[in-house]
């Protein structure tokens, strides 16, 4: 007759009263036994008692009693089964298939030595060699930084779940499983491990623990005696294969410093030895070498590690860690049987490496776990998801590098992949300051001669690019066709046009900088500021603006311009040590560069002997200053650029000609690039061409010239002749006209102004004298404009830029290429 509301709390009371004591019968029974009756507890009693504490039905008295007392248990072998599985039983699944062939490289922390973070490490090398890693970790544990920081800190997302690592797997090789996402009943003793602050069983369990269920682990232990009772556990759960280690330093890994002593289950026999570096192969390093560090620190190092290939000779540190990283990947290849021996799987542990192979594994692993949760929060080197106008979708993340070794190799690959570097190694305030910008192997290329251009996919992931380019081409009427030649190359062809262009509108005219502009607009997006086409182009340009009677044959391989789309940037600012590595994943209609490789192809270069060593006999081109002479008597020409060719054989490569420029003529404008079809582009300017930054336009012309002299006091001597010539104050005077007339056309009208006059501008061997003019664009007009209305400038053909360029034509005896 009790009212319902009354019954409905009377059943509550009833079933909390009936369940609670049942709950806690198990640890409390577990407790008993092991403080009242001072006897071991069973292996079943453990996991009745581990399913208490990882259910939350132990209280914190409880919890923390049960673990103390059981350290004062001798360590079993079952018993630390039976609460590995208890532990298990509440862990998120993690559904990777054929476990049988599946490892894991894992150690239970507690050396306190610090060092470099090598099994997650080795277990990107095992990938890379065939052999697939489910990589079980967590923040920070014995050292600084734990795996979790370091895959964070190389841009990986580590919060991925069960069936999001079994796919990372599948398509990678390697997965890892976030400890605190896979264990978090953990947060029911969280209290109780603090409250102690002692090392107890669950600093054990960590590598018995994984969700995946590897049958294949090498685990490290910090302390020896643990050594033999992991090797036995294995071999009572029936495990094929096991490898357990422990440094004679302490470490919970195998020492690329001394001796490690190892237990090795194999078809159920244990074997006892010790092995050194030398065992694999390997020289011994200092443990110095592979302590320490943040984890960005690691992660840069590891980078270095994976790109300096065969080429580059590993040296102190890198060495070290490389060997480090080898020795503990070969014991789980030689575990996995992969290897006959340690040497073997050492063998082929460092190809892995040199190859690039493991680099390609990280870089996909990356780009997988951002394309899995691109709404996760960054990790700490950031990241960006936007769409462009063209509706490609774009991820982009940053990560930390060193500068100075990034900048080095990616020198050194540009000898034989497509790229570029450019950069200013001078100077000065208001102007210029020190800045790289440079990238290998990217997805796309696009070249062009007269109004025709291809756009070339140059690996896979350009080929995902093709197709939102050509239905964004396909839709603009500026564009006449747009055709595929083969299965990655689009050829497109611009649309003349019948209207009459003012001068005001020059650089609107059909040209290749049409495509160039709608290019950028289908890639657009105001959310980055890095993303573009990068490249060069050549002087034939501006005949699609300038109309010239054509005289001198041209190379039928000639190119009018040469860009790349990269995928990924080397961005250097003023403090080369801190520089950012950018990487970009683009999907498209179902389509998405993520997990495809950052490839390129790979041309040894070759030297060669040219056939002549210039393009004029002696005193030809003295006939031609004389001849340009006439043209300035009679007013046609102000001034004439005429240029002779010369050759020589070259027979060392690209890169050490860019080092020796850099070195020699450190200038604001340096480039190096691999432009393909055995073509390279090296040098350096101190000219500010054109500079454009939102509506403002500004430019230096420079002329002027005189040496530098051997001593301050000469310098100030020379200068003083210099700013005293009439003749270099005239040249630069009619350079600066030019150029504001250039910028006028542009322009709002009164922006044009003289920010800076005969400015002196001092490099390794000259002095210059420079002029600062800026403007303001005209609403309509951008930076395409700002750069066209200068081309070329009055340094490259002389002035009027017409008559000049027409001069050069009829009577030089090579064309101009590449500006």
């Known amino acids: 007759?009790?009212?319902?509301?009354?019954?409905?709390?009377?059943?509550?009371?009833?079933?909390?009263?009936?369940?609670?004591?049942?709950?806690?019968?198990?640890?409390?029974?577990?407790?008993?036994?092991?403080?009242?009756?001072?006897?071991?507890?069973?292996?079943?009693?453990?996991?009745?008692?581990?399913?208490?504490?990882?259910?939350?039905?132990?209280?914190?008295?409880?919890?923390?009693?049960?673990?103390?007392?059981?350290?004062?248990?001798?360590?079993?072998?079952?018993?630390?089964?039976?609460?590995?599985?208890?532990?298990?039983?509440?862990?998120?699944?993690?559904?990777?298939?054929?476990?049988?062939?599946?490892?894991?490289?894992?150690?239970?922390?507690?050396?306190?030595?610090?060092?470099?973070?090598?099994?997650?490490?080795?277990?990107?090398?095992?990938?890379?060699?065939?052999?697939?890693?489910?990589?079980?970790?967590?923040?920070?544990?014995?050292?600084?930084?734990?795996?979790?920081?370091?895959?964070?800190?190389?841009?990986?997302?580590?919060?991925?779940?069960?069936?999001?690592?079994?796919?990372?797997?599948?398509?990678?090789?390697?997965?890892?499983?976030?400890?605190?996402?896979?264990?978090?009943?953990?947060?029911?003793?969280?209290?109780?491990?603090?409250?102690?602050?002692?090392?107890?069983?669950?600093?054990?369990?960590?590598?018995?623990?994984?969700?995946?269920?590897?049958?294949?682990?090498?685990?490290?232990?910090?302390?020896?005696?643990?050594?033999?009772?992991?090797?036995?556990?294995?071999?009572?759960?029936?495990?094929?294969?096991?490898?357990?280690?422990?440094?004679?330093?302490?470490?919970?890994?195998?020492?690329?410093?001394?001796?490690?002593?190892?237990?090795?289950?194999?078809?159920?026999?244990?074997?006892?030895?010790?092995?050194?570096?030398?065992?694999?192969?390997?020289?011994?390093?200092?443990?110095?070498?592979?302590?320490?560090?943040?984890?960005?620190?690691?992660?840069?190092?590891?980078?270095?590690?994976?790109?300096?290939?065969?080429?580059?000779?590993?040296?102190?540190?890198?060495?070290?860690?490389?060997?480090?990283?080898?020795?503990?990947?070969?014991a789980t290849l030689l575990v996995a049987g992969k290897a006959g021996d340690l040497k073997a799987a050492a063998d082929m542990a460092r190809e892995a490496i040199t190859s690039g192979a493991a680099s390609k594994v990280l870089e996909e692993y990356v780009a997988l776990t951002l394309a899995l949760q691109p709404n996760a929060p960054p990790p700490p080197g950031g990241a960006a998801a936007f769409t462009t106008a063209g509706g490609v979708g774009v991820t982009r993340t940053e990560m930390s590098v060193d500068g100075v070794a990034e900048v080095e190799k990616l020198v050194d690959k540009l000898d034989e992949r497509k790229g570029m570097l450019m950069m200013s190694t001078f100077e000065y305030p208001g102007r210029y300051t020190l800045w790289k910008v440079g990238f290998v192997d990217p997805p796309l290329m696009f070249s062009s001669r007269n109004l025709t251009a291809s756009i070339v996919a140059l690996n896979a992931r350009g080929l995902v690019l093709l197709q939102p380019i050509r239905d964004w081409l396909k839709a603009r009427a500026v564009i006449e066709s747009v055709s595929d030649t083969d299965d990655h190359t689009l050829t497109v062809v611009v649309a003349p046009s019948d209207k009459k262009f003012t001068e005001e509108e020059r650089s609107l005219q059909p040209s290749m900088f049409t495509l160039v502009r709608e290019l950028i607009?289908?890639?657009?997006?105001?959310?980055?500021?890095?993303?573009?086409?990068?490249?060069?182009?050549?002087?034939?340009?501006?005949?699609?603006?300038?109309?010239?009677?054509?005289?001198?044959?041209?190379?039928?391989?000639?190119?009018?311009?040469?860009?790349?789309?990269?995928?990924?940037?080397?961005?250097?600012?003023?403090?080369?040590?801190?520089?950012?590595?950018?990487?970009?994943?683009?999907?498209?209609?179902?389509?998405?560069?993520?997990?495809?490789?950052?490839?390129?192809?790979?041309?040894?270069?070759?030297?060669?002997?040219?056939?002549?060593?210039?393009?004029?006999?002696?005193?030809?081109?003295?006939?031609?200053?004389?001849?340009?002479?006439?043209?300035?008597?009679?007013?046609?020409?102000?001034?004439?650029?005429?240029?002779?060719?010369?050759?020589e054989p070259c027979n060392a490569p690209p890169s050490e000609i860019h080092r020796r420029i850099r070195v020699r003529n450190p200038s604001p404008y340096s480039f190096f690039i691999h432009l393909g079809d055995a073509e390279f582009l090296v040098g350096a300017s101190p000219e500010m061409y054109v500079r454009s930054s939102g509506r403002r336009v500004e430019t230096c012309p420079i002329s002027g010239t005189i040496a530098r002299g051997k001593t301050p006091i000469e310098d100030a001597h020379n200068i003083k002749e210099l700013l005293n010539s009439i003749k270099e104050e005239s040249e630069l005077t009619m350079c600066t006209d030019v150029d504001r007339n250039d910028k006028s056309r542009i322009c709002e009208p009164g922006s044009v102004k003289v920010l800076g006059r005969r400015q002196i501008e001092m490099y390794s061997r000259l002095i210059h004298t420079v002029d600062h003019v800026e403007g303001t664009l005209r609403q309509g007009f951008d930076a395409l404009d700002a750069f066209l209305a200068h081309t070329w400038a009055v340094t490259v053909t002389g002035a009027p830029k017409a008559w000049a360029m027409q001069f050069l034509e009829d009577n030089e005896r090579t064309p101009p290429v590449l500006v």
């Open 1 to 330: 007759d009790l009212p319902l509301i009354e019954a409905a709390s009377v059943r509550i009371r009833v079933r909390e009263y009936l369940i609670i004591p049942d709950t806690m019968a198990a640890v409390k029974e577990a407790l008993k036994a092991m403080i009242v009756d001072h006897r071991a507890i069973t292996p079943e009693e453990a996991t009745a008692a581990m399913k208490d504490l990882m259910s939350g039905a132990a209280t914190p008295a409880q919890t923390g009693s049960f673990l103390s007392s059981l350290q004062q248990q001798p360590l079993d072998p079952a018993l630390l089964r039976s609460c590995a599985e208890g532990m298990v039983s509440f862990a998120q699944p993690c559904p990777v298939p054929d476990n049988e062939t599946l490892v894991d490289i894992v150690g239970t922390g507690g050396d306190g030595l610090d060092t470099f973070n090598v099994s997650t490490a080795a277990g990107i090398v095992l990938a890379a060699c065939g052999v697939r890693c489910a990589k079980h970790g967590n923040r920070s544990a014995s050292g600084a930084v734990g795996s979790a920081d370091f895959l964070e800190a190389l841009g990986c997302r580590v919060t991925l779940n069960g069936e999001q690592v079994a796919e990372a797997v599948g398509k990678c090789g390697f997965g890892f499983l976030f400890a605190q996402i896979f264990h978090p009943s953990m947060k029911n003793v969280a209290v109780a491990r603090k409250e102690l602050g002692v090392r107890t069983i669950f600093n054990l369990l960590g590598p018995l623990t994984n969700p995946s269920n590897p049958a294949l682990q090498v685990i490290g232990v910090g302390k020896k005696e643990v050594g033999p009772v992991f090797a036995e556990l294995f071999k009572l759960k029936g495990a094929k294969q096991a490898m357990i280690v422990h440094s004679s330093e302490g470490l919970d890994e195998i020492s690329p410093a001394a001796a490690t002593h190892v237990w090795h289950l194999k078809d159920g026999v244990i074997t006892e030895k010790q092995i050194t570096p030398a065992d694999f192969g390997l020289p011994a390093h200092d443990l110095l070498d592979v302590q320490g560090g943040t984890a960005q620190e690691r992660a840069t190092l590891f980078r270095e590690i994976l790109g300096m290939g065969k080429k580059r000779k590993m040296e102190g540190q890198h060495a070290a860690v490389c060997d480090y990283i080898i020795a503990n990947a070969a």
């Open 521 to 647: 607009a289908c890639f657009a997006s105001p959310a980055d500021q890095d993303l573009g086409l990068y490249g060069a182009f050549a002087y034939d340009l501006t005949f699609q603006f300038e109309p010239c009677r054509m005289r001198l044959e041209r190379d039928a391989r000639q190119r009018d311009l040469v860009l790349y789309l990269p995928d990924s940037l080397l961005l250097v600012g003023h403090d080369s040590a801190q520089a950012r590595q950018v990487s970009y994943e683009f999907s498209y209609k179902g389509t998405s560069t993520t997990g495809l490789a950052r490839t390129g192809t790979v041309t040894p270069f070759k030297g060669n002997t040219p056939k002549a060593n210039r393009d004029h006999e002696p005193g030809e081109y003295a006939k031609l200053v004389e001849k340009a002479k006439e043209e300035f008597k009679c007013g046609n020409l102000f001034e004439a650029v005429c240029s002779q060719t010369f050759y």
